[in-house]
């Protein structure tokens, strides 16, 4: 590394100076202001940096001690990084904005002064050398950081010469800056596109809570009157499924699939045609045919190869599946409207009908018996009780960044500490879409923390004194995050690096999504599914046709997933001379890309636009969308485990939390899948779950 001068002190008064002395080094979001974030990052980066040179200066022979070294170093940049980069994702301002752009572009150069030093890459060869010869045994966690590290060096550009490392150093700050101005852009059209309705005769067929809801959000936003229909990140917005007014529909949805693509001072197609086109160049200097394979190659996918062949064969019979959906549909929208055509925005509204008729069932009925509270201490909180023998308990003493978190201590199953549980559900003009999991603080053995972890949703927050409906989607998300949030408090490793959810993209999702499946299981939903005026359970008869019609619009579902994952496979497949260079051309290679993977069904958007693409070009998963349905198939088949073991019991939860959650990133994860099935994953419970058997 070139700068070696001492690391600046930082003031101790800030809060990020030391470990927290809250419970479980919880931020002390009371204290944290604005202004400690950047002194923090830069004594932060100092710190390290300066840390990392005594390490590789060393002229002894390198031992564990350089791994364990690495491991302790950084830890007040660790320590302002996930906090801030948390506030930014869920309660941003002007004045962070202002700072993340500001730090970006730092952080990159701090990575790659450590990453691209080729000392660092001689030290780890000369230490696995040792290994080979018998000098030095590792314990197997730092046997398999050493394997990761080595390889990640190679893959940032250690063994490159010195002028390709220029340019890498240049394209990383620029691909940086750029993702972040992606995302700041994408919320900021996000907030100006929702879409204001004047008169409450336009949103006739949405429910009374969710009109309340509308209203309050408008009067959030300095509406006198009106009622503002506020956007999720998805193409496909939920309030479509409800709103009788076709015109009105057709409003809602133009324009959320317009964001980021109508010209203005928020378009995002410039920004994301120059990040396309920068990360392809990056991927040739490295050795790569492009980005993709330079991403496929850090996963358990490990090819692009691999990639296409698992979403080419989904794609044909799920755009059928498609057809078919939008024919049934077609008929319906026909009865109302003799001649009309299916179009994007009547697909949500018409599948709802048509669900109703086939199964008597009305998702706007089911609502009332899906109140927030009751879903998250008698459903989510419920179902880790009984599989892994948790307890949670309110600490409303703790701060969070926002009036709106809540804090939740969990024990286990012996009554011991085990970690803290923050919880974020609403929707708010300061919070990006979506919904995510992140650690505030990594559970480690080496450094002595156990974890916090924070779960983020974007549930439209009801009036005060008013209770929170929930969409039976919303509930399954809640189960999902919640699943995340499992994979970090049952963390049990000793390196911080290897925690929770420090495992390969395109495994990341899976455990979130197995403890999907507790949401219908009949014990918990028993629990959890009651009026929440009367008390009375949800009828069985409901919940009988719920469980019957779980492979309803999955042809619909599985073609806006696949829509968006073949769009970043394509993007991140081109060459640096094959990205469009006129934001004009945008909209063509879409149309192309989903043509040419056979899934371009018109009414049917992908979930994501490339121009709303924030997981590919403001987040992490560029050319990795694919791993959620990849994730998916160790999903299914692990399911399949739990059913064939009697389900919701605690030797059941024991195992999976013991052979896969509890281990992290310290050893090969698909080990640790093969550990649990006795054998690899097979595809055949997936084909089955989405009808494409």
């Given at each position: 590394?070139?700068?070696?001068?001492?690391?600046?002190?930082?003031?101790?008064?800030?809060?990020?100076?030391?470990?927290?002395?809250?419970?479980?080094?919880?931020?002390?979001?009371?204290?944290?202001?604005?202004?400690?974030?950047?002194?923090?990052?830069?004594?932060?980066?100092?710190?390290?940096?300066?840390?990392?040179?005594?390490?590789?200066?060393?002229?002894?022979p390198p031992t564990e001690e350089l791994l364990l070294g690495l491991e302790r170093s950084g830890a007040l940049l660790h320590r302002v990084a996930t906090v801030f980069f948390n506030r930014t994702s869920a309660d941003t301002s002007?004045?962070?904005?202002?700072?993340e752009e500001r730090v970006a572009p730092l952080l990159s150069e701090h990575h790659d002064a450590i990453y691209l030093d080729r000392r660092l890459y001689e030290r780890l060869e000369a230490l696995q050398a040792r290994v080979d010869?018998?000098?030095?045994?590792?314990?197997?966690?730092?046997?398999?950081?050493?394997?990761?590290?080595?390889?990640?060096?190679?893959?940032?550009?250690?063994?490159?010469?010195?002028?390709?490392?220029?340019?890498?150093?240049?394209?990383?700050?620029?691909?940086?800056?750029?993702?972040?101005?992606?995302?700041?852009?994408?919320?900021?059209?996000?907030?100006?596109?929702?879409?204001?309705?004047?008169?409450?005769?336009?949103?006739?067929?949405?429910?009374?809570?969710?009109?309340?809801?509308?209203?309050?959000?408008?009067?959030?936003?300095?509406?006198?009157?009106?009622?503002?229909?506020?956007?999720?990140?998805?193409?496909?917005?939920?309030?479509?499924?409800?709103?009788?007014?076709?015109?009105?529909?057709?409003?809602?949805?133009?324009?959320?699939?317009?964001?980021?693509?109508?010209?203005?001072?928020?378009?995002?197609?410039?920004?994301?045609?120059?990040?396309?086109?920068?990360?392809?160049?990056?991927?040739?200097?490295?050795?790569?045919?492009?980005?993709?394979?330079?991403?496929?190659?850090?996963?358990?996918?490990?090819?692009?190869?691999?990639?296409?062949?698992?979403?080419?064969?989904?794609?044909?019979?799920?755009?059928?599946?498609?057809?078919?959906?939008?024919?049934?549909?077609?008929?319906?929208?026909?009865?109302?409207?003799?001649?009309?055509?299916?179009?994007?925005?009547?697909?949500?509204?018409?599948?709802?009908?048509?669900?109703?008729?086939?199964?008597?069932?009305?998702?706007?009925?089911?609502?009332?018996?899906?109140?927030?509270?009751?879903?998250?201490?008698?459903?989510?909180?419920?179902?880790?009780?009984?599989?892994?023998?948790?307890?949670?308990?309110?600490?409303?003493?703790?701060?969070?960044?926002?009036?709106?978190?809540?804090?939740?201590?969990?024990?286990?199953?012996?009554?011991?500490?085990?970690?803290?549980?923050?919880?974020?559900?609403?929707?708010?003009?300061?919070?990006?879409?979506?919904?995510?999991?992140?650690?505030?603080?990594?559970?480690?053995?080496?450094?002595?923390?156990?974890?916090?972890?924070?779960?983020?949703?974007?549930?439209?927050?009801?009036?005060?004194?008013?209770?929170?409906?929930?969409?039976?989607?919303?509930?399954?998300?809640?189960?999902?995050?919640?699943?995340?949030?499992?994979?970090?408090?049952?963390?049990?490793?000793?390196?911080?690096?290897?925690?929770?959810?420090?495992?390969?993209?395109?495994?990341?999702?899976?455990?979130?999504?197995?403890?999907?499946?507790?949401?219908?299981?009949?014990?918990?939903?028993?629990?959890?599914?009651?009026?929440?005026?009367?008390?009375?359970?949800?009828?069985?008869?409901?919940?009988?046709?719920?469980?019957?019609?779980?492979?309803?619009?999955?042809?619909?579902?599985?073609?806006?997933?696949?829509?968006?994952?073949?769009?970043?496979?394509?993007?991140?497949?081109?060459?640096?001379?094959?990205?469009?260079?006129?934001?004009?051309?945008?909209?063509?290679?879409?149309?192309?890309?989903?043509?040419?993977?056979?899934?371009?069904?018109?009414?049917?958007?992908?979930?994501?636009?490339?121009?709303?693409?924030?997981?590919?070009?403001?987040?992490?998963?560029?050319?990795?969308?694919?791993?959620?349905?990849?994730?998916?198939?160790?999903?299914?088949?692990?399911?399949?485990?739990?059913?064939?073991?009697?389900?919701?019991?605690?030797?059941?939860?024991?195992?999976?939390?013991?052979?896969?959650?509890?281990?992290?990133?310290?050893?090969?994860?698909?080990?640790?899948?093969?550990?649990?099935?006795?054998?690899?994953?097979?595809?055949?419970?997936?084909?089955?779950?989405?009808?494409?058997?």
């Amino acid at each position: 590394m070139s700068d070696t001068t001492a690391a600046p002190a930082l003031d101790p008064t800030n809060p990020f100076a030391l470990d927290s002395s809250l419970p479980y080094a919880l931020p002390d979001f009371a204290a944290i202001r604005d202004e400690h974030y950047l002194p923090a990052f830069e004594a932060g980066m100092a710190q390290e940096r300066a840390e990392v040179e005594a390490l590789l200066a060393s002229t002894e022979p390198p031992t564990e001690e350089l791994l364990l070294g690495l491991e302790r170093s950084g830890a007040l940049l660790h320590r302002v990084a996930t906090v801030f980069f948390n506030r930014t994702s869920a309660d941003t301002s002007p004045a962070l904005d202002e700072l993340e752009e500001r730090v970006a572009p730092l952080l990159s150069e701090h990575h790659d002064a450590i990453y691209l030093d080729r000392r660092l890459y001689e030290r780890l060869e000369a230490l696995q050398a040792r290994v080979d010869a018998g000098e030095v045994r590792l314990e197997p966690d730092a046997a398999w950081l050493l394997t990761e590290l080595r390889r990640d060096v190679v893959r940032a550009g250690a063994a490159q010469p010195e002028d390709v490392q220029a340019r890498l150093r240049e394209l990383n700050s620029r691909i940086t800056t750029l993702e972040t101005a992606f995302g700041r852009e994408l919320l900021a059209e996000t907030n100006a596109s929702a879409v204001l309705l004047e008169d409450v005769a336009d949103l006739d067929g949405m429910p009374e809570d969710a009109i309340a809801a509308a209203r309050q959000a408008a009067a959030d936003r300095g509406h006198e009157s009106g009622y503002l229909v506020e956007l999720m990140l998805y193409s496909q917005q939920p309030v479509l499924a409800t709103l009788r007014r076709r015109d009105v529909r057709r409003r809602i949805h133009e324009a959320s699939v317009a964001r980021g693509g109508r010209g203005g001072e928020h378009d995002t197609r410039a920004i994301l045609l120059e990040l396309a086109r920068l990360r392809a160049e990056r991927a040739r200097l490295l050795g790569y045919e492009h980005h993709a394979a330079y991403v496929a190659e850090d996963g358990t996918a490990r090819t692009t190869q691999a990639v296409s062949a698992m979403l080419g064969r989904l794609a044909p019979a799920a755009a059928a599946n498609a057809r078919r959906e939008a024919a049934d549909l077609e008929r319906a929208l026909q009865a109302d409207e003799p001649g009309a055509t299916l179009e994007a925005w009547d697909w949500p509204f018409y599948a709802e009908r048509v669900r109703q008729e086939r199964y008597s069932l009305d998702d706007a009925l089911l609502r009332p018996y899906l109140e927030l509270e009751r879903v998250v201490h008698d459903g989510v909180f419920h179902a880790a009780g009984e599989l892994y023998g948790l307890s949670f308990a309110a600490r409303p003493e703790l701060v969070g960044y926002h009036p709106d978190v809540r804090a939740f201590e969990v024990r286990d199953a012996d009554g011991s500490e085990l970690g803290l549980f923050l919880a974020d559900w609403y929707t708010r003009e300061s919070k990006h879409g979506g919904a995510w999991m992140n650690n505030l603080v990594d559970q480690s053995h080496l450094l002595g923390h156990r974890p916090v972890v924070v779960n983020n949703l974007n549930i439209p927050k009801p009036p005060a004194g008013e209770p929170t409906l929930l969409t039976w989607d919303e509930v399954i998300t809640l189960f999902h995050e919640f699943g995340h949030a499992l994979h970090g408090l049952f963390s049990d490793v000793r390196l911080p690096s290897q925690s929770g959810t420090e495992v390969p993209r395109d495994f990341v999702e899976y455990p979130s999504q197995v403890n999907e499946m507790w949401a219908w299981e009949p014990s918990v939903l028993r629990r959890y599914a009651v009026h929440h005026r009367t008390g009375e359970p949800m009828p069985q008869e409901w919940v009988d046709t719920m469980i019957a019609s779980r492979q309803y619009n999955e042809g619909f579902s599985t073609t806006e997933y696949l829509g968006a994952a073949l769009l970043d496979q394509a993007w991140h497949t081109l060459g640096p001379d094959e990205v469009p260079t006129s934001v004009d051309e945008v909209g063509a290679f879409e149309a192309r890309a989903l043509e040419a993977a056979g899934i371009a069904v018109a009414a049917v958007p992908p979930r994501y636009r490339t121009t709303y693409f924030n997981h590919v070009f403001g987040g992490g998963y560029a050319a990795a969308y694919y791993s959620y349905i990849w994730s998916e198939v160790l999903d299914a088949d692990t399911v399949t485990w739990f059913e064939e073991n009697g389900g919701l019991r605690r030797e059941n939860g024991d195992r999976f939390r013991r052979v896969l959650l509890s281990r992290g990133g310290s050893l090969d994860v698909m080990d640790t899948f093969r550990e649990l099935r006795g054998r690899d994953p097979e595809i055949a419970p997936l084909l089955a779950r989405r009808g494409l058997a």
